[in-house]
């Protein structure tokens, strides 16, 4: 496995980790433990996403998510526990990840883009995830445009909905 896929990872791992935390501490979002499962939650969501895209997961998307569990042992580790239980990382009246979601209110309110940035490091963990394997067949590429073009079209929904009409 390619070391600067393995350090790209861990850095957009540690930013999610990093991003959650800072907008926990000002009220938006679950605090710890729960932060953590919310954040391995979301990141297992997207390796799934990612790594059956084309109806295969590989040996070198396992090792990468194998990557994942030592970036999140750094982070809290978190990411064993909720692997093999269904994901449960989307909240039923938004349809977003629970650290998305958060992200989006702080925005609403602060009129920041913190719901961005945590998707573009997810969006990179997507891309790492796919390329991870050696190969970016067209339905990978199209899977991810698919999920992340998914995400930020409802985050974008929620930022801009009217705070009264909530």
């Not at 999920?147 to 929620?158: I, K, N, V």
Request: proline share 4%; charged share 20%.
């Amino acid at each position: 496995m390619n070391g600067t896929l393995l350090t790209l990872a861990k850095h957009n791992y540690a930013a999610l980790v990093d991003l959650s935390t800072f907008l926990s501490f000002r009220g938006f979002g679950n605090p710890e433990p729960q932060l953590g499962y919310d954040i391995a939650q979301m990141v297992h969501g997207v390796f799934e996403s990612m790594s059956w895209a084309d109806r295969r997961a590989t040996p070198r998307e396992y090792q990468f998510l194998d990557a994942l569990f030592e970036a999140d042992e750094v982070c809290g580790g978190r990411l064993r526990e909720v692997i093999g239980n269904p994901p449960n990382e989307q909240n039923a009246d938004e349809g977003l990840p629970k650290c998305v979601l958060a992200a989006a209110q702080f925005d609403r309110t602060k009129g920041t883009a913190f719901a961005e940035m945590i998707i573009n490091h997810l969006d990179n963990l997507g891309y790492l995830i796919l390329i991870s394997d050696g190969s970016l067949p067209d339905v990978e590429v199209a899977t991810h445009r698919d999920y992340f073009g998914q995400l930020r079209r409802r985050a974008h929904e929620f930022t801009s909905l009217d705070a009264s009409t909530i």
